[in-house]
């Protein structure tokens, strides 16, 4: 799963400067141990990047400096489509199904710390500004939930919130720049795909019906852009683009994609430009500009992904990792 927002590692080490390559385009790198898709990708402080779940077995480290993946712990139970953040503490939170994990990155280890009532399969986890982590629903055993918590790092406790105005599954979440988190589009539980919008006050612990998006779109990208809009692209069935303006509450049609579809990923660059990656049976990669509210096509990937991961590493480079079909394959993308 992608980030839906850039942030500055903490650590003061140098960052490792790019190798000379030609600009905009993909090469493999190293490859990882066992297959990964539907997994979750974390920058540490360290540089380096861990990838969890899409297979039973240990987690992984990606080393930029070398190019190459090495084992580290195993998660307590097995993730498959997990959601993480970086906690302040420098420890990485994942939701996964019905438990909190946290990976520690000075011992290598996961460990269990605590549950929720309600699954997350398909939910998301957000890092708010005041260092809590929201976990909102996804669907379960007992179909889509409307249900959220909220993980404090300081004292290890999960207490619910919210709850959403409307039960969904596969939709985004992104931090605002005002702390609040824009809830769009997804599934209900017939399956269709939804419009509508909503927002999390962090303060008041309640969300809010906001406007919904011109396009019903579900497993589609949410990236938030130097502006403080945010950009929701692709998804089922659609190419289409769409901004959302969190000073009116609203959504405005974009530029559409050059190539359409669903679980890609996109990334925020330091340019402010946005990549955007493969998706089911595509290998391309194209270009937001939001100078000129367009896409434009840039370097194919070295292979197909869908439900891949994408980070921004701390040298600009964008590290694409796994993917339904590419086995163990991972790759940069020099911008």
């Known amino acids: 799963m992608t980030p839906s927002r850039a942030s500055s590692p903490r650590s003061s080490s140098t960052p490792t400067a790019a190798p000379t390559h030609a600009h905009g385009v993909f090469a493999a790198t190293g490859s990882t141990t066992v297959a990964r898709y539907s997994a979750a990708a974390t920058l540490l402080n360290s540089g380096e990047v ?10 992984e480290l990606y080393d930029p400096a070398t190019g190459k993946f090495r084992t580290t712990g ?18 990485v939170l994942l939701v996964n199904g019905t438990e909190v994990e946290i990976y520690d990155p000075s011992t290598g280890s996961f460990s269990v710390a605590g549950s929720f009532k309600t699954s997350r399969d398909t ?5 708010l500004n005041d260092g ?15 249900s959220a918590d ?3 790092p300081t004292t290890d406790e999960v207490k619910p919130t919210g709850p959403m105005g409307t039960a969904r599954g596969d939709f985004t979440a992104t931090l605002l720049d005002d702390g609040r988190v824009l809830i769009s589009g997804g599934t209900d539980q017939n399956g269709s795909a939804l419009a509508s919008a909503e927002v999390y006050d962090p303060k008041s612990g309640k969300f809010s019906r906001t406007g919904s998006m011109v396009t019903p779109r579900c497993c589609a990208t949410a990236t938030l852009m130097n502006s403080g809009r945010v950009l929701i692209a692709g998804g089922s069935d659609t190419d289409s683009a769409e901004l959302y303006d969190p000073t009116t509450g609203k959504f405005t049609a974009t530029g559409s994609m050059t190539i359409g579809g669903a679980w890609q990923t996109a990334t925020r660059l330091r340019d402010g430009q946005v990549l955007v990656t493969g998706g089911y049976g595509i290998a391309s990669a194209e ?21 891949h991961t994408a980070t921004l590493l701390r040298d600009g480079r964008v590290l694409i990792i796994g993917g339904v079909g590419s086995g163990t394959s991972a790759e940069l993308y020099w911008p």
């Open 50 to 59: 861990l990838v969890v779940g899409g297979d039973p077995g240990p987690a």
């Open 74 to 91: 195993a998660p307590v139970n097995w993730m498959v489509d997990p959601s993480s953040v970086l906690l302040g503490s420098g420890r």
């Open 123 to 127: 939910g998301k986890a957000i890092l």
């Open 132 to 146: 809590r982590v929201l976990a909102v629903s996804g669907s379960g055993q007992q179909g889509v939930a409307a």
């Open 150 to 152: 909220l993980y404090d």
């Open 287 to 307: 270009l937001y500009n939001p100078a000129t509210a367009k896409f434009s096509p840039t370097g194919s990937m070295t292979t197909e992904r869908s439900q």
